[in-house]
T-cell receptor, first 115, second 114 residues
Framework: SQTIHQWPATLVQPVGSPLSLECTVEGTSNPNLYWYRQAAGRGLQLLFYSVGIGQISSEVPQNLSASRPQDRQFILSSKKLLLSDSGFYLC??????????????FGPGTRLTVL | KNQVEQSPQSLIILEGKNCTLQCNYTVSPFSNLRWYKQDTGRGPVSLTIMTFSENTKSNGRYTATLDADTKQSSLHITASQLSDSASYICVVSGPGGSQGNLIFGKGTKLSVKP
């Protein structure tokens, strides 16, 4: 069966510090991978998605970047955090199916607080 | 503009009671609609998924309905339990695309009290 891991579970960082959140998927190959942010009282916002190693698409301009160094590893980064980067970050994976229709499965999330 | 609106924003019910959550969408063209349950501080977990040709789907005490003509969906919870306390998110998908074209509602926060 497939599982998705995220770490750390919680993180408190000062403004201006760097960020690295990691997501890994087990039990599948060639998944589509996604990073979402969920701010308090807001819906999930898609930040990045990846269809393969080294292939990253950004949905919104922002202070963050993403990388996919391995097939089942997705990393969210920032060089200098802003207060507005605080939120709940969710990684998700989806099987690569013909036609693009896919069910997304979410990780446990990382609660980021920028002070 | 593709949007998903959920109501109510929050709801408090007593244990054992039933409740219904609503989802209206303007996503077009439409591929499928999903309901997720998100416990506090956790990732969303899928409850049901329906295509345009399906008008009801059940998962235990959860029953989702879909009216593709009026672009409305509801999630009915029967005999609520304390563990049903969570946010319920309606997600509508347009056709195709690697990003899945998912449009997320803001969710309804349900609190079940003893």
């Amino acid at each position: 069966s497939q599982t998705i891991h995220q770490w750390p579970a919680t993180l408190v960082q000062p403004v201006g510090s760097p960020l690295s959140l990691e997501c890994t998927v087990e039990g599948t190959s060639n998944p589509n991978l996604y990073w979402y942010r969920q701010a308090a009282g807001r819906g999930l916002q898609l930040l990045f998605y990846s269809v393969g190693i080294g292939q990253i698409s950004s949905e919104v301009p922002q202070n963050l970047s993403a990388s996919r160094p391995q097939d089942r590893q997705f990393i969210l980064s920032s060089k200098k955090l802003l207060l507005s980067d605080s939120g709940f970050y969710l990684c998700a994976w989806a099987p690569l199916l013909a036609g693009g229709y896919n069910e997304q499965f979410f990780g446990p999330g990382t609660r980021l607080t920028v002070l | 503009k593709n949007q998903v609106e959920q109501s109510p924003q929050s709801l408090i019910i007593l244990e054992g009671k039933n409740c219904t959550l609503q989802c209206n969408y303007t996503v077009s063209p439409f591929s499928n609609l999903r309901w997720y349950k998100q416990d506090t501080g956790r990732g969303p977990v899928s409850l049901t998924i329906m295509t345009f040709s399906e008008n009801t789907k059940s998962n235990g005490r959860y029953t989702a309905t879909l009216d593709a003509d009026t672009k409305q969906s509801s999630l009915h919870i029967t005999a609520s339990q304390l563990s049903d306390s969570a946010s319920y998110i309606c997600v509508v998908s347009g056709p195709g695309g690697s990003q899945g074209n998912l449009i997320f509602g803001k969710g309804t926060k349900l609190s079940v009290k003893p």
